[in-house]
Every structure is written in structure tokens, then in C-alpha cells.
């Protein structure tokens, strides 16, 4: 019987340079790497024995992985699609799983306030969905979906009925619009607040730079030096800033701030200064509004919503400070902490620009659509509650 002859192979330019960039890549699988060399040996005239040698590999390999490219070219590189292990669980076993996990455990008299994979795998084999189950597997299932039921996040729901009007007042103002009318240059929106509570902690051991495979190391142990607030007002369309420190806050420091921001210019002379502010006690209600109109005839204060104050674009300054300034926090005493905030404010007006707010009047309305259809599908939900609660009344004859 003849003995069938090697397959001879030919390359083209483009995929000599591509097998080469292969053939001594240090990151491509080892696998790959291998059958590479070997269509390279193939295609430089070599016999299936002497590759063989090369290679350390048998010569049913070299002549399989000699075939498959001279068949179908890089493609036949790749491995074959295979079965694979059969699945150990059920199609309906898995629901079961899913839906299980999707549901708050104390619902299931599980005193539990949320599941993890080991717990999950427990209930499955207590409930006998399946006879053995591991956390892994459980934790693989759940992955198909990215459904995570030991996190969390906590929302807060709207209870101001005028929240549509108040929070589409301020997002007017973010358009440069009052009352339907465009503002004119010499009318200006300042977003405005307060930052509470900013700790001088002392560390017990001094804070370490971080270094080659190292973090940057914050000693846990600190002793208190005292607390202060940030108060900043932020201008909305100049993105600058301007703020003050006070031991506390209230009424008293927060004019101060609107002294500040007043009596310098352009707000000085401006035609009107609206004033975003939320619903601290410090600039509560219409009182607030009159104080401030009163003192200064060209201000405006505009409240946010009950519950609004992401709306109020001073937050993201908040959150700039806490994230570049604060945090972590170690300072020797609170005179640190003012001298940091005051020139990290004169830092930040250098280079700062407007935030590009993309929350529109178009997107309010889609949040007030949502609201009312979990409203009603809660409502729906506790009317067929109600109803199956009812107790059953029979006629009973005398």
C-alpha cells in the first residue's frame, strides 16, 4: 500500500508575516504557538518525521495540523467546537434557582435580609430542587444572568407633588430660561450649599506615599481635632467657584456666603442672581426667599424639590472635594483643613469648566412616567391583596 505523500504548503505574504508574529508571540496559547511552527516547517519544504523531531510532537499531530491548514488556512488552526460535559442540572433547575434568588428572603421565612451563593446553594438542597449543589455552581448560574442578590442600592421615592414644577424650574435655569424667557448676559444661576461635618482626623502614625506594589497606606487609629462646614456657591455657567469655612452651619453663616457672593462683581450689578438651593434648614422655604430678596433685590432663591438635591449641581463640587480633598482624611488640626479647602478652591477655578449636565427636561418627564407606573402597579398589587384577605361569606339557611 502506497504511503500517502505530505501535504505541501504554500503562503502567501500576508499570512507568513501573520504565522511569524504568532510563532514568537509570548502571550498567544501554547497550543497555537505549536501548530504555527509546524505549518512554518511544513511550508519551508520539511517532512512530517523531521517536524516531528523539531516540534517533540508525533507525526499524527504535524499531519493533522498540516491538513486542516492546508484545508482551510488560518481558520483550521482553531480548535473544533465540542459537546462538552453534559449539564448536571435541569432547565426548570435552574429557573427554580433564578427565581429564587430573585426573591427577598424574608418573603420565603428565610431570616435572612439577603442571599449569598453559599446560602443559595443550602436553600436549593433544602427545598430539594436538586440533590447536591455548590456555591460556585450556584454563584456560575446566577452569573448567566448578572443577577447579584447580595448587593444592594438604596433610592429614595418622590413624596413632593410639586416636584415636577420645582425640579423643572432649576433645569430651566441649567438652559439659561426663566419663566419661558432666555436670560440675558448679565443674569447668572448660582448652585449653592453646604458641606457638613468635614473631621480633622489626626492619624495616630503618619500616612505613607504608596510605592512599588504598594497602595498608599492610611493608619486606621486617629484622634479627633474637631469638625467645620464648607460652604460654597457655585456658578453654573462660569464654573467658578467661591466658598468660606465656618465652625457650623445655619441662617447666620449661610448669609455670610451670600454677603460674600453679593456684594462682589459681576453679581453686585447684575440684573437678577438666582440662588439653587435645597431644603436645609438654613435656606428653608419662603422665609429664606424673602430674606434674601430683601437684603439683596436683584436675588432670586429657587428651592429644589423635597428630596431633590442631585438636581443641585453644587453636589458634583461636593463630591470633586470629597473624593480630591477629604478623603482620606488626615490633617492636624482644623486650621489644616480650611487652608486645604480655600486652596484647593483656587486650584480648582484655574481649570475649571461648566458641567456638561445631561439630566433634561425630557428625561424628568420619563422619570415622572416611571414613578406613576410603579405607583400603579403597587396600587394594583395591594388591591389584590386586600381582596384575597377578605374572608370568604357564606348564607348560611335558618
Known sequence: MP?????????SAAERRRLKQLAYSHTA????????????DAAHGYSNA????????????????????????????ADRPRSGRPPKFTPVQVAEIKAMACQLPAETGVPLSRWNCPDLASEVLARGIAPAISASTVRRILATDAIKPWQYQSWIFIRDPDFAVKAGRV????????????????????SADEKTSIQARCRCHPTLPPGKS??????HDYKRGGALAYLAAYDVHRAHVMGRC?????????????????????????????????????HRGKAAADRLATRYP???????????????????????????????????????????????????NETARPFRWKFTPADLED?????ERHEQKEFDSQQHDHCEQQPDVLDVAA
Open 3 to 11: 504511503v500517502p505523500r505530505a501535504r505541501q504548503i504554500t503562503l
Open 29 to 40: 496559547p501554547y497550543q497555537q504557538v505549536i501548530r504555527v511552527r509546524i505549518v512554518l
Open 50 to 77: 523531521k517536524i516531528s523531531r523539531r516540534r517533540k510532537v508525533t507525526v499524527d499531530t504535524v499531519r493533522l495540523w498540516r491538513g486542516r491548514f492546508a484545508d482551510e488556512g488560518m481558520k483550521g488552526l
Open 171 to 190: 433645569l430651566d435655569l441649567y438652559a439659561r430660561v426663566w419663566d419661558g424667557a432666555a436670560l440675558d448676559d448679565d443674569e447668572y444661576v448660582i
Open 214 to 219: 504598594r497602595l498608599m497606606r492610611v493608619n
Open 246 to 282: 465656618s465652625p457650623k452651619t445655619g441662617i447666620v453663616p449661610f448669609t455670610e456666603l451670600v454677603d460674600q457672593v453679593m456684594t462682589a462683581e459681576p453679581y453686585a450689578s447684575a440684573k437678577r442672581v438666582f440662588w439653587i438651593v435645597d431644603n436645609g434648614s438654613s
Open 298 to 348: 436683584n436675588a432670586v432663591m429657587v428651592h429644589t424639590p423635597v428630596h431633590g438635591s442631585w438636581i443641585n449641581q453644587i453636589e458634583i463640587f461636593f463630591s470633586i472635594v470629597q473624593r480630591k480633598v477629604v478623603s482620606p482624611n488626615d490633617f492636624t488640626s482644623l486650621d489644616q483643613v480650611e487652608d486645604r479647602l480655600i486652596a484647593f478652591e483656587r486650584r480648582y
Open 367 to 371: 422619570l415622572l412616567a416611571r414613578i
